[in-house]
């Protein structure tokens, strides 16, 4: 009973989370600037930002969804993959697949590394586990 106990609340844990230390004061005025708008979803993003791991941005992970990375994801009840740039709300742009962190998509997938499997609520309330398959780098590489 303690093995199965243990499991489940195992596989309820969220995934682990970084954030690039360059992004994170901007993330928290964000957060901050959107609790009268819309206070659920600024919760939310503090939470994660609670629990991230902040990282240098010359140390940042090229695994990890931050801000400007193209990321394809999995929606595991329709297995339909999707790709999309997460950005900066004055950025975003939803017909050249460019989604702001500020919305519960966003929310969802910063900091997030490949491989990691998280719930999403949709704006109409309905649940749903999204897996991120790949995260690229807009940035040019380095050489």
């Not at 997030?112 to 040019?140: C, I, M, Q, Y």
């Amino acid at each position: 009973m303690n093995i199965q106990t243990k499991s489940t609340s195992r596989s309820k844990r969220r995934p682990k989370i970084v954030i690039s230390e360059k992004d994170l004061d901007r993330l928290e005025a964000l957060a901050e600037g959107a609790a009268k708008r819309n206070p659920q979803l600024s919760d939310r993003l503090l939470e994660e930002l609670a629990r991230a791991r902040i990282m240098p941005a010359a140390k940042f992970p090229a695994h990890v969804v931050t801000i400007g990375n193209r990321v394809t994801y999995r929606d595991e009840l329709t297995q339909e993959e999707k790709a999309i740039s997460l950005s900066f709300p004055e950025d975003a742009d939803i017909g050249e697949g460019r989604v702001s962190v500020m919305t519960p998509l966003g929310v969802a997938l910063i900091g997030l590394s490949e491989g990691a499997a998280f719930h999403w609520e949709t704006r109409d309330g309905h649940r749903r586990t999204l897996t991120v398959l790949k995260v690229t780098s807009s940035e040019p590489e380095k050489a």
